[in-house]
């Protein structure tokens, strides 16, 4: 009769109860989006590391040049780790001038190449920067 009924309002079935707040829901989908940027902000500093000899060559014949390759280098860590502080619009606008970071320093080591400054830089740095960018893209 009824009491069944009310019973069975409160207590559903595993297949029709919904999953509680810690299992695969809103926390779990911030908790892997928090665990993504934390790897990306490491591989954006692991990727600044790997620019240096780069920067390095490029000193020897355009200072502005690295100088602007490393401040914008430095903005995109540096914006990646505000943006992971920061919450709705100024999260995105943080990743966004990240992204624009990021594809300024891919700019210099165009330009550096063209100038004849560097050699070829290696693929490795450049599929690393690719990734950054195509990471941040996802995120603005």
């Not at 990727?47 to 014949?61: F, G, Y």
């Amino acid at each position: 009769g009824f009491a069944a009924v009310a019973r069975f309002a409160r207590e559903p079935g595993p297949r029709l109860r919904a999953a509680p707040w810690g299992r695969g829901g809103a926390r779990e989908a911030r908790r892997r989006r928090k665990t993504k940027m934390l790897r990306i902000y490491a591989y954006a500093v692991e990727t600044l590391k790997m620019l240096v000899p780069v920067l390095d060559e490029i000193s020897k014949r355009d200072v502005h040049l690295r100088d602007q390759m490393r401040e914008a280098g430095a903005s995109i860590v540096m914006n990646i780790g505000e943006g992971m502080g920061s919450r709705g619009r100024l999260r995105q606008a943080r990743y966004n001038t990240a992204l624009g970071s990021a594809r300024e320093v891919v700019a210099g080591v165009d330009v550096a190449e063209a100038y004849g400054y560097v050699k070829a830089v290696r693929p490795e740095v450049r599929a690393r920067m690719n990734r950054i960018i195509g990471t941040l893209v996802k995120l603005v």
